[in-house]
C-alpha cells in the first residue's frame, strides 16, 4: 500500500503576503475556490495581523467570508495574538495558528516580541481556541538559519517546538524561512526536535530560496514526517525575512511525492487551473 503524505496548501496566506501589489480580495476567494476543488484537507486561506504590518492580508475576513467553503477542507487562519484570533473566529476560521521563531532577532522583527514573550501572548489564544474547540496549529520559523542571525541551533528549535506542543498545538509547522536548509542541516534538525515532539506530530515547512526544499522534504521523509507544507505556484516569501523566496511550490511536491509511491489524493488538472490562475500576479519568482 501507498504510504499517504498530506500536503498542507499555504499558498493564498504564505504565498499572497508578500506580493507587493495587493491582489484583489475576489481573486483570493477564487483562487481558494479553485484549490478548495484539489483534494486538500487543509488550506491557510490569510492572516489576521494588522495591515500596517502586512497589507495584504488586511481583507482576511472578506476573504474567509467570500468563499465556497468545501465541507473536507479545514480553512486556516494565522492569529498572532488574541485580537487576531476574535477576528479569525468571527470570521469561522476552522482552524488557527500561532507562529514563533527559533531566532530572537527573527521574533523581535516579526511579531515585536521576544521569544518568551510570545509564547505568553499565545496562551490566551490557546485558551479560548480550545473553548471554542478550533484545533490550533504552531509554527516555528527560522530552523535552519536567520536572516539576522545565521545559523540556528537545532536544540533552540526543538525547544519552541517542544514549547507550542506544551501549549496545546496539534501539530508543528517547522519552517525553513528563508531556504537555507540542506538535507544534512535539516535532519541535524529533526533530529533534535524529535527528542520532544513525535514525527507524526510534524510538518516540513520549506522555502525553496536555494533549489533544496526538495531534497529537504525527502530527508524529513525519511525521518518519518508525513505532512508537508507548500504553495500553489511556488508563491511566497515573508516580508520580515529579506530574501526569502516562495514555499516549494505543491505540483512540484506532488510530483516528486507521486514519482517516490506515496498518495497525496490531489488532482493534478485543478492544481494546474489554480497555477494558470495565479500566474497572472506578475513577477513573484524573482523575489
Ligand atoms: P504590535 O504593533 O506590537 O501590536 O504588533 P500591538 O499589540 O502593540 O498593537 C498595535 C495596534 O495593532 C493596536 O491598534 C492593536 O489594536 C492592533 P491601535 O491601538 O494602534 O489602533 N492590533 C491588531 N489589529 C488587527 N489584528 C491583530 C492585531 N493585533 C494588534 N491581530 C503583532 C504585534 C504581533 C500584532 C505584529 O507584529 C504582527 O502582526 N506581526 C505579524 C507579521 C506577519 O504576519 N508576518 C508574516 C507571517 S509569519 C511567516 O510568514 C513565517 C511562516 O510562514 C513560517 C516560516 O516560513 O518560517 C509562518
Ligand atoms: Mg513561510
Known sequence: MMDKV???EVGPRDGLQNE???VPTQTKVALIDLLSNAGFSHIEA???VPAKWVP???DAAEVLN???RAKSVIYAALTPNIIGYEK???AKADEVAIFAAAS???SQKNINCSIAESIERFVPVIERARADNIPVRGYVSCVVGCPYEGEIDPEAVAKVAAKLLDLGCYEISLGDTIGSGTPAKINAMLKAVKEYVPAEQLAGHYHDTNGNALDNVKASLAEGLRTFDSAIGGLGGCPYAPGAKGNVSTVKLAQMLDSENYYTGLDFDVLAQAETLISTLGEHHDR
Do not use: C, L
Request: hydrophobic share 45%; aromatic share 14%.
Open 104 to 106: 530572537e532577532t527573527f
Open 66 to 68: 467570500g468563499i465556497t
Open 6 to 8: 498530506r500536503i498542507y
Open 20 to 22: 507587493k501589489t495587493i
Open 46 to 48: 490569510t492572516s489576521f
Open 56 to 58: 495584504q492580508m488586511a
Open 88 to 90: 479569525a473566529h468571527a
